[in-house]
């Protein structure tokens, strides 16, 4: 079974439009943490966020924004205002809790494309 | 910033031969990753190491397979035979703590001929 779902595996926007990445996930673990990584087509993984299993609180950094809900084991992602440099694979991962290191496990991603 | 740095950005090898992929962590770090993602593809994770060994490995990870850390600096990935199916770009991450965050390298696309 999948542990990370992100069921859009392409979306197109217009620049300034709203738009919102969906990532459910799996876990047994009470102790978790949750990621979303951009990749540009240059290909590095870049961190945007980590959210903990015990902090359920949204967070918004500028354009961007984060809804965590246990409840339906949901962590989507919304970029306000889309800009062309958004345009990028996004990666939401989770990381259960081991004693020797973290190990992630990746959705398959959504691919955004910003139209100008 | 401190990053990881990962080298070479691009191999390109012929089948059967072995290749060792090169990262250096961020200097503190204690916890050392390698992911895999083939081309168009999620990343996939295949190994960590801790108090230099392998804490854990996916399936993915087989004989053909060995990390090492051969200096405080260093550490390696390496395919003894490559495969075809070993065309990806591979990510080394490292992290401080368990729970912290894992910085990736900017990956090395590895090409198998």
């Known amino acids: 079974a999948q542990k990370v779902t992100q069921a859009q595996t392409e979306i197109s926007v217009v620049e300034k439009e709203d738009v919102t990445l969906d990532c459910v996930y799996e876990t047994r673990d009470t102790t978790y943490y949750l990621f979303w990584y951009k990749q540009p087509p240059s290909g590095e993984l870049v961190f945007l966020i980590r959210r903990n299993s015990f902090d359920e609180q949204n967070e918004i950094s500028g354009r961007y924004s984060w809804n965590f809900q246990k409840s339906t084991s949901s962590f989507n992602f919304t970029i306000t205002a889309s800009q062309v440099v958004d345009s990028a694979v996004y990666f939401c991962a989770l990381s259960e809790f081991s004693n020797t290191g973290n190990q992630f496990y990746f959705g398959t991603g959504t691919s955004l494309t910003v139209i100008p | 910033e401190p990053e990881v740095t990962q080298t070479p950005s691009h191999q390109v090898t012929q089948m059967g031969q072995e290749v060792i992929l090169r990262c250096v962590p961020i200097?503190?770090?204690?916890?050392f990753y390698w992911y895999r993602q083939i081309l168009g593809q999620k990343v996939e994770f295949l190994v960590s190491?801790?108090?230099?060994?392998?804490?854990?490995k996916s399936e993915i990870f087989d004989d053909q397979f060995s990390v090492e850390r051969p200096d405080g600096s260093n550490f390696t990935l390496k395919i003894r035979s490559t495969k075809l199916e070993d065309s990806a770009m591979y990510f080394c991450a490292s992290t401080g703590t368990r729970q912290n965050i894992q910085y990736f390298g900017a990956g090395t696309r590895l090409s198998v001929l």
């Open positions: 200097s503190n770090h204690l916890y």
């Open positions: 190491f801790y108090n230099n060994e392998i804490s854990e």
